[in-house]
């Protein structure tokens, strides 16, 4: 029997990275001692009155259907907070509740996208967005962030690869897999394009509450810019919800409407307790992410601090974030050989930086998201694994 064209869209390197991360939890659920580092699911436990929240729901019988595109009280949350972040207009028209960002990714995805189309993804980005772009028949465009420029735009790189059918931009900042933060100028350089071009920005802003110094912007507040934008986040990272699968999409109330209809026929509306836990997580968001942010901004000192002292290995300092990039290339090994040796010799699993595109081809992306004892030791065991390093390391393994 045969498939649909679109599983081939789909498939893969984006998919096929995550074979390494796969392994070490089979490896982990057979008993052996891995340091799983190779996702962005923190350690830490949702914060008690967002479970309450949900528990009371419960216990008052919330557990039927709720209007597709969310409850009018979580969508009002959401954009009272992006309102006072941002200083932009928001109401509740402008916002969809969505199953996490990865769903209002596709959904955005397939809002503004469709067969003949391109779109432009500013690379390194997260795994997912190739096949999220193709999902819809549109064709993805690479520009690349150079590691030479410390993974940032660059304007130029942009403008050249802008044809006639480009619709539509992908960004994330803070960037997944480097923790860059764009700044405001780097930013109203991005909308001026956008701006000339007539092309939608769809911002993927879900590490925006974890920035460590300074603040976030988002690109929707520019000039000329919420009428063009898809901004899309969620509590996964900022409240460690990530198994809640709370997020949304804020944008033109127009777009909204679409994304309801899509609603109606796939995802059909999130459970009413998880709605009502995510107003306690957005209405007392500065109180309950505040811990949180300086628990990673500790292990991210922690962590630079121990891999900087290994003299084969470059170490990126992220701006927010959960993730640190690693330049391996000192070691002789290939990004993706270094991380599968890893994985094999010290148990140890890291994602390989290429997933993210060939801009992040040298580099490994490692989660700071278990506790400081376990950080120290999977740091340890890095430092090992480069010692031993040989000549002979590269034919070992399967899979490269």
Not at 15 to 33: K, T, Y
Not at 276 to 298: S, V
Request: net charge negative; charged share 20%; with cysteine.
């Amino acid at each position: 029997m045969e498939f649909s064209s679109r599983v081939e869209r789909i498939g893969g390197e984006g998919a096929e990275a995550w074979a390494i991360h796969e392994q070490a939890l089979a490896a982990q659920a057979r008993g052996e001692d891995v340091r799983v580092l190779s996702v962005g699911d923190p350690d830490l436990a949702t914060p008690a009155p967002i479970v309450e929240r949900a528990q009371q729901a419960l216990a008052d019988g919330d557990t039927h259907y709720t209007p597709g595109l969310g409850e009018h009280e979580l969508r009002c949350a959401v954009a009272r907070r992006f309102a006072a972040q941002s200083g932009q207009t928001v109401g509740a028209e402008h916002v969809g509740i969505v199953s996490g960002a990865q769903n209002g990714l596709f959904f955005t995805s397939m809002l503004l996208l469709g067969p003949g189309d391109e779109a432009l993804m500013l690379c390194p980005a997260y795994v997912t967005y190739e096949a999220t772009i193709a999902a819809s028949g549109a064709t993805p465009v690479i520009v690349d962030m150079p590691a030479a420029n410390g993974f940032r735009p660059e304007p130029e790189a942009i403008e050249a690869a802008i044809t006639p059918r480009t619709r539509a931009l992908f960004l994330t900042t803070p960037n997944n897999p480097t923790g860059a933060v764009l700044g405001p100028d780097e930013l109203e350089a991005i909308a001026d394009i956008a701006r000339r071009h007539d092309l939608w920005i769809v911002s993927d802003e879900v590490y925006g509450e974890l920035v460590f110094d300074g603040r976030h912007h988002s690109i929707a507040a520019l000039p000329g810019m919420a009428e063009r934008t898809v901004t899309v986040s969620s509590l996964s990272k900022s409240h460690a919800m990530t198994g809640w699968r709370s997020g949304w999409l804020i944008a033109p109330p127009a777009l909204i409407a679409h994304a309801e209809n899509l609603a109606l026929c796939s995802l059909y509306g999130l459970p009413g307790f998880v709605q009502k836990a995510a107003c306690t997580a957005i209405d007392r968001a500065d109180e309950l992410i505040a811990e949180h942010r300086d628990i990673f901004r500790q292990r991210r000192d922690h962590v630079v601090g121990r891999l900087d002292a290994i003299e084969t290995l470059r170490v990126l300092r992220p701006e927010a974030g959960m993730f640190t990039m690693i330049d391996v290339r000192g070691t002789g090994l290939s990004s993706t050989e270094f991380a599968w040796h890893l994985l094999e010799h010290q148990r140890v699993s890291v994602l390989d930086g290429a997933a993210f595109g060939r801009s992040a081809s040298g580099y490994v992306r490692l989660s700071y998201t278990l506790d400081e004892d376990r950080l120290d030791e999977a740091c340890e065991r890095i430092a090992a694994f480069c010692r031993t390093i040989d000549s002979t390391a590269r034919e070992e393994s399967p899979h490269v």
